[in-house]
Structure formats: C-alpha cells, structure tokens
C-alpha cells in the first residue's frame, strides 16, 4: 500500500478528446480469458487499430458470484445491461460506430452490438483498474514503485495507491500478469489523464483501463481513527 495524506485541492478542467464508444451486447455467455480473442474480433474489423494512439479495448464483465450461484471459472453469463466499450479519441468515434448492428466473432460466441452511444470520462478523485501490467511486479512493493515511476513520467504525482488480486490475462503466445490497482485522492486534471492515457502495457487486451470507483477515503478516515 502506498498512502500519503494531503488536503490540498486542485479544481482543474479537462476535455472531450478521449472518449468511452459504448455498445449494447447481444450474447449470453463469453469466455472468462477473452481478452486475446475480442482484440483479434476488433482489429480484424479495424486492421490499423493497434496504431491508433490512446485506443483501449475494455474487457466484458458479465455477473459475478453470489446468493448462493457461483460463476463458472471458464465462461462469463452476461445480462441485458452489458455493454461492450472501446476507449478512443473521439475524432474516430464515426469510425467505430460502424459496428452497430455487427457481430463479432470473439473465439467460438458471437457478439452481436448494437445502440453505440459517446460516454464522456467522469471527473472523480478515485480510480479504479482491474488489471495493471507492469514490468517489476514480483511483489506489490515493487509493483506500486513501478506504477508510482509511470505516473511521475506522466508528471501526476499520487497520493494514495493501493493493489489487490493478481491474475493472468494470456496473449498470443504470452501471459501478462496483471493486479487490480484503486488510486484515490486525485487532482482532476490528473484523474482525467490517467483515464486518457492509461497505465502499464496491454491496454489492447483490457489492461490499463481505469474507471471511476466509489472513494474510499471516510473508511480510511475512520480507520486511522481507530
């Protein structure tokens, strides 16, 4: 864990230059390791894809375990809410909106998408990813120092950083270990930039990506407190 206390505040403005390109799924089930095959659906849509700067392909998160049912370990069960999102500078959303009403064929399931809409970044002072991939990650200590180097060559300096669960996102021919990391306690202007420009490698295959997360500084607080 990494945690610094500071109450100093920074009310900074940013802009629309990258954006969520969000779709409604139509599919009931995907593979849980289907980072490598939903990269190979979409740059065979988009051959260039990989040379767009600041383009990320978020992963599809379906149901998650509880009230007694377990999620399969090898298939994720999606639900009508689900939506599919690849994280671009707005100047190729006309682009992408092409793919309303294909199917995209993501291993053996087919992905039908459809209703595309713009979702602009949210400004908010915690982030969370859930797979950072970095290359010093034999232990968290290392892995935060790597995150924490990444971050200052972005001129963001953080606060509190904290990394979780480790898994294994595999690639063609490769695995990247990945960890969830949460950053709390951001400027804005820095919130925005991480969400533009991501943190680590892979962000082809869902690595990197941050989304806005519930603060959890009053628990901090109160802990501290204790």
């Known amino acids: 864990m990494y945690w ?5 505040d920074s009310p900074n403005k940013t802009d629309d230059k990258i954006v969520d390109i969000s779709f409604k799924v139509n599919c009931t089930k ?3 390791d289907h980072a490598c095959d939903l990269f ?5 849509r988009f051959p260039k894809i990989d040379k767009i700067d600041n383009l990320a392909i ?4 379906g149901a998650e375990s509880g009230a007694g049912w377990e999620r399969p370990e090898t298939e994720i069960y999606l639900s009508k809410r689900t939506r599919f999102c690849i994280r671009a500078p707005l100047d190729f959303a006309d682009e992408f909106y092409n793919l309303d009403g294909e199917t995209l064929k993501v291993g053996k399931y087919e992905m039908k998408l459809s209703k595309p809409s713009i979702k602009k970044l949210v400004i908010t002072d915690t982030l969370f990813c859930r797979s950072v991939v970095v290359e010093n990650n034999k232990n968290e200590n290392e892995f935060l120092a790597d995150v924490n180097s990444s ?3 972005m001129d963001i300096k953080v606060k509190k950083m904290l990394c ?5 996102i595999k690639i063609e021919n490769e695995k990247l270990i990945g960890k969830t990391l949460l950053i709390t ?3 804005k202007k820095d919130s925005i930039k991480i969400q533009q420009l991501g943190i680590g490698i892979g962000k082809l295959y869902g690595c990197g990506i941050f989304l806005p997360h519930k603060s959890i500084a009053p628990v901090a607080i109160s802990k501290s407190s204790e």
């Open 4 to 8: 610094e206390e500071d109450n100093q």
């Open 30 to 32: 995907i593979s849980a």
């Open 40 to 44: 190979k659906a979409v740059i065979k």
């Open 58 to 61: 978020h992963s599809v998160h």
């Open 151 to 153: 971050l200052k060559s």
């Open 164 to 168: 979780g669960k480790e898994h294994i």
């Open 185 to 187: 306690d951001l400027e």
